[in-house]
């Protein structure tokens, strides 16, 4: 059964850090794309990061040089380093599978940045 479990969410001051983990089960990280997203009431979610089975990251603009993305194969684990974090970043993070024609999400993690 295919699983995914957020967790380092909480309460930052701005340009302060935060590590978000997806544990997954399952499946294995290392074969598949996983992708961390964000939502705020009312608005729409959005990609921040993926890494590719082949390792390849990308990531949205607004995060580029804060964020990193990364993966423990070991531990099927997929990590989100955020850094100098801003008000803005304030939402509910997701990670994502996608794993044999399927899409699979966690339940989310709140980030809320202080001003």
């Known amino acids: 059964q295919v699983q995914l479990v957020e967790s380092g969410g909480g309460l930052v001051q701005a340009g302060g850090s935060l590590r978000l983990s997806c544990a997954t089960s399952?499946?294995?990280?290392?074969?598949?794309?996983i992708g961390w997203y964000r939502q705020v009431p009312g608005r729409l979610r959005e990609m921040v990061a993926g890494?590719?089975?082949?390792?390849?990251?990308n990531y949205v603009d607004s995060v580029k040089g804060r964020f990193t993305i990364s993966r423990d194969n070991a531990e099927n684990t997929v990590y989100l380093q955020m850094n100098s974090l801003k008000p803005e970043d304030t939402a509910v993070y997701f990670c994502?599978?996608?794993?044999?024609?399927?899409?699979?999400w966690g339940r989310g993690t709140q980030v809320t940045v202080s001003s």
């Open positions: 399952g499946f294995t990280v290392s074969g598949n794309f």
């Open positions: 890494i590719s089975s082949g390792g390849i990251t």
């Open positions: 994502n599978a996608h794993h044999l024609n399927d899409i699979y």
